[in-house]
Every structure is written in C-alpha cells, then in structure tokens.
C-alpha cells in the first residue's frame, strides 16, 4: 500500500532531509585525496549527532554505518573502512536521517581532486537524470514516466541505467511502497497523487549496467569493473508540483 504524508509528516520529513544535505556537505569535505571511507562516514556521523536525529542506515539488516561510501567502480552499499581516496576518484554518499519517527535519504557523488572528462560526464549525466526524474515526479503523472525521465539522459549519454536496484517510497520506514525504477515505459504504473514521497535514485555505469555483490553482503560493483554514479533525493509531491526534502 502506498501510504500518503499529510503536511506535518512531510515537514519533519523536511527536518530529516536538512540534516542528510548537511551530512553530505561534511562528506563532501571530507573527500580529499588520502582520507579514508571510514573519515566520511565519521563526519557524516557527527552531524547526526549535532542534530540529534537517529541513523536509519545504521543497524539496517546489520548495515555497520550511518553512510554507504561507495568509490569507483562500486555502484552503491560501500562499507566505509580502510580504503583510501585517490586523486581522480569519485565517490558516491548515500546516508539518510531520521528526525521523529520520520526518514529521509539522498545520495550524491563527488570527485576526489581533479577527475579526467569522462568521470565528470559520468557524474553530470547521472545528477541531470535525478533533475529529469523529479521534474516528472508530478501529481497525475504515472511512476513509468519518472523512470522513462531518469533513463532518457543516461540512454543518450550512452552510459548503463542499473536495473537490479531502485528507488522506493519513505516515510516511517526507509523503504516503503512503491518501488521506484529508473527505467520507463512512460504512461505505465502507479498513478502519482499529492502526498506521495519517494527517494528517487539513478545509479548510472560509464559501462555495461551488470552488477555484482561482493562476498561481504554488501558491496555491489560494477561487473565490468567500470565506474558508477549516484544521486538520490527524497521529493515529497505536493499540489504545488515536486519538493525536494533533501537540500538546503
Ligand atoms: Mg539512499
Ligand atoms: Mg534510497
């Protein structure tokens, strides 16, 4: 079932989201050549705790961080840990907040220094399919025709749409109804209403879109070992059109 937020549900949803955009602004500093995953993750720890909301990453099904750091080739599910950041880098934050009971999560990727051409096209072509998504994230409008907006920048830069993972509505839970996919056909699917709050969440490869799991659980890279992208935003759909919860 898809459950609908009435607007103060959608305003500590707000509250939520302003403490994952500060997180990935921490993050984001912290993404210097020679830091370690585990340096992201404390600092997007620290604003956690500066706030006062709970991690909705931590502990789930085990999950032993409040951020999923994700370099290079993996796509998404980074364990932060040993692995140092290099020049020409990129990485991919995901982390999420819970501020009352209620969720919110967002995802973005950065580059560590300077990055060759294709890493920046890489990045920018996957924020443009998130913009494209959310522009679509309209009442009336159908969930294939968020996908088909989020696929149709990826498709013409000729990079991979990931197919095996998607977005997912949020609220109390961080994942709830419906799933979210990346991918049309357009005019098809669950019919958008106001009230509705989704975390659409392109993952794009420079490569084929394959992925694979490492023996952790956790890690899914790319098969080809090409590198990934990843923006999320959690976007509540008011009669106003979109509203992105999680950015300053
Ligand atoms: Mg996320
Ligand atoms: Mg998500």
Not at 95 to 106: K, T
Request: include cysteine; charge should be negative.
């Amino acid at each position: 079932m898809v459950l609908r937020k009435n607007a103060n549900q959608i305003a500590l949803m707000r509250r939520a989201g302003a403490v994952v955009a500060e997180m990935h602004d921490a993050c984001t500093r912290a993404a210097v050549p020679g830091a370690t995953t585990a340096d992201l993750d404390r600092a997007a720890h620290e604003v956690l705790d500066r706030r006062h909301a709970r991690s909705n990453f931590l502990g789930y099904h085990g999950f032993p961080a409040v951020a999923c750091i994700s370099p290079n080739e993996v796509i998404v599910h980074g364990i932060p840990g040993p692995r140092v950041l290099e020049e020409g880098d990129i990485v991919s934050i995901d982390c999420g907040a819970i501020i009352e009971g209620w969720h919110a999560d967002a995802a973005i990727t950065v580059p560590v220094g300077a990055v060759d051409s294709e890493s920046q096209r890489l990045m920018d072509v996957t924020r443009a399919a998130l913009e494209s998504a959310i522009a679509a994230t309209v009442a009336g409008n159908r969930l294939g025709d968020v996908g088909a907006a989020a696929e149709s920048p990826v498709n013409r830069a000729g990079f991979g749409v990931v197919r095996e993972y998607v977005g997912h509505g949020i609220g109390t839970e961080m994942h709830e109804e419906p799933d979210v996919p990346n991918f049309g056909p357009a005019g098809r699917g669950l019919k958008l209403r106001a009230g509705i709050v989704l975390a659409i969440e392109p993952m794009v490869t420079a490569g084929r879109p394959a992925t694979r799991t490492l023996d952790d659980g956790w890690t899914v890279v790319t098969a080809d070992g090409s590198r990934a992208a990843h923006f999320e935003h959690t976007v509540a759909i008011t009669d106003n059109g979109p509203e992105v919860l999680t950015r300053l």
